[in-house]
């Protein structure tokens, strides 16, 4: 049997294979910075105590400062061949009208000073580079999506092209 390029689903629907797809990952180099921090905090908080309060600081802050550094990283980019999908937000492609690769500078431009508070953002401080996707749908009051991602280019010809297809 031959693949068309989308894979079945729990109720036999059929779903797209993604033309994008990320995930927002911390980088490698935090995870020994946090964890060095939060052992020296624990060394802090037991320091000098006897029995279980000199090791139980370790036990409850490494274990909840991986969990943090994991749940920062969770978040996952995708586009199929209908929609964006940004963690647990969705957007249909075709109220896309354009996606605009940002750099760094227009990044922090467009977070700052010329920031629209209806906009919605995912943005992590880790990743420098971001996409801009500018909406036309009149019933929604957001303007646009500004999302953080390591492969702007990549992530505006995804949306772009998937927008042209949709319409």
Same mark, same amino acid.
């Given at each position: 049997?031959?693949?068309?390029?989308?894979? /079945?689903?729990?109720? @036999?629907?059929?779903? %797209?294979? *993604? $033309?994008?797809?990320?995930?927002?990952? #911390?980088? !490698?180099? =935090?995870?020994?910075?946090?964890?060095?921090?939060?052992?020296?905090? /624990?060394?802090?908080? @037991?320091?000098?105590? %006897?029995? *279980? $309060?000199?090791?139980?600081?370790?036990? #409850?802050? !490494?274990? =909840?400062?991986?969990?943090?550094?994991?749940?920062?990283?969770?978040?996952?980019?995708?586009?199929?061949?209908?929609?964006?999908?940004?963690?647990?937000?969705?957007?249909?492609?075709?109220?896309?009208?354009?996606?605009?690769?940002?750099?760094?500078?227009?990044?922090?431009?467009?977070?700052?000073?010329?920031?629209?508070?209806?906009?919605?953002?995912?943005?992590?401080?880790?990743?420098?580079?971001?996409?801009?996707?500018?909406?036309?749908?009149?019933?929604?009051?957001?303007?646009?999506?500004?999302?953080?991602?390591?492969?702007?280019?990549?992530?505006?010809?995804?949306?772009?092209?998937?927008?042209?297809?949709?319409?």
């Amino acid at each position: 049997m031959a693949s068309s390029g989308t894979t /079945a689903t729990g109720v @036999g629907a059929a779903r %797209p294979a *993604p $033309r994008h797809t990320e995930r927002l990952t #911390v980088p !490698l180099w =935090l995870w020994p910075t946090v964890l060095l921090v939060t052992a020296v905090l /624990a060394a802090q908080i @037991g320091l000098g105590a %006897p029995g *279980p $309060r000199s090791w139980l600081p370790y036990a #409850v802050l !490494l274990p =909840l400062a991986a969990a943090g550094l994991w749940w920062l990283g969770r978040v996952r980019i995708a586009v199929t061949g209908t929609e964006l999908q940004v963690d647990d937000a969705r957007l249909p492609l075709g109220v896309v009208s354009r996606a605009i690769a940002l750099d760094a500078e227009t990044r922090r431009e467009l977070l700052g000073p010329s920031a629209d508070p209806l906009a919605f953002v995912v943005q992590r401080p880790w990743i420098a580079e971001a996409v801009q996707v500018v909406l036309a749908d009149p019933d929604d009051i957001t303007p646009y999506w500004v999302i953080s991602t390591r492969h702007p280019d990549a992530l505006v010809r995804a949306l772009n092209e998937g927008a042209a297809a949709v319409r």
